[in-house]
């Protein structure tokens, strides 16, 4: 029996990192245990296979997830202490995708950063969202796989993380770990020219081991993403410029919608809270609300 970290999965096949520094692909013994990208297992040699066998997942410290379409929870990856969601001048951002990510950190109580890729196509048509995520309190990277600009702060806030990079699909998440690891290890395809959205080029989570320290697991691009709630008063946790605007309202059980004296409404009225992010956070309540209540 040995300790090894989930690596890369393929539906039920995995590769695991052992302790020693081996990579082994493993299987899963059982049904009832389904491990992901980051997580602890405890393995075992199979006789006369080169396969492993995954025999048990060690208690995981957080993780990411989503409502799957049957309003099951998915995990994506486990044990992560930071996360990159990545935006670009192509395919059009969608910035209610990037708050529901940063939702989803705050959370699970890890730190993120918005990364706005392909800089070289220029960045003054979004100054505006950059700022908003910068002056709430977020990292914020413009930079460019392709000419490698700001490629160097990237590196610099994953030094020390175990970190998931995530975001629309054709943003360029695998061409930002290729240009950070110097190779094109991750593959890559270009946004297609009709739809002008993303190819869903990257099917299996990996993670991949920085030369600059830390390590990434690249993730598939999503058509729409959203966090998997308790309940949808969970939602204003997700927000920090609501939840220090929270202390503030008349009621402590205010939800920030139609309730009198909320300091959160007239933070948004004079402009301190930016009305797209309440805009957003509105629409989680409503979804975590159709979804269902408790459910998960
Ligand atoms: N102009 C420009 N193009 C880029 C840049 N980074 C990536 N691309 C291109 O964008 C396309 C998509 O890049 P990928 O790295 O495959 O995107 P991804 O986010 O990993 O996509 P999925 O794996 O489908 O989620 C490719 O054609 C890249 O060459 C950049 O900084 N500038
Ligand atoms: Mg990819
Ligand atoms: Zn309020």
Redesign the pocket.
Known sequence: MKHATVIATYSRRMRLALADGREVNARIKGKRIKPVCGDKVDAEPIENEDDWLITGIAERRNELSRPNMRGKVEVLAANLDYLVV?A???PRPDWFIVDRYLCAAELIGIDACVVY?????GTADVRYELDTYFDIGYDVVA?????GEGIDNVRKLLATHCAIIV??????????I?RLIGDDV??????SDKSRE?????VNSAMISLPGGGVII?????RDYAPALESSTAAAQGFREIRDAAGECRFANCRHLREPGCAVKERCENGVISPRRYESYKRIVNLTEQLGEGRY
């Open positions: 990545v670009a001048a192509e890729n392909k800089s070289d196509l930079c460019s796989a392709l000419n975001g629309q699909s054709g943003v360029g998440k695998s061409s930002i290729n991750q593959k890559t395809s270009e946004v993303g190819r869903h080029t990257t690249d993730s598939p691009g999503v």
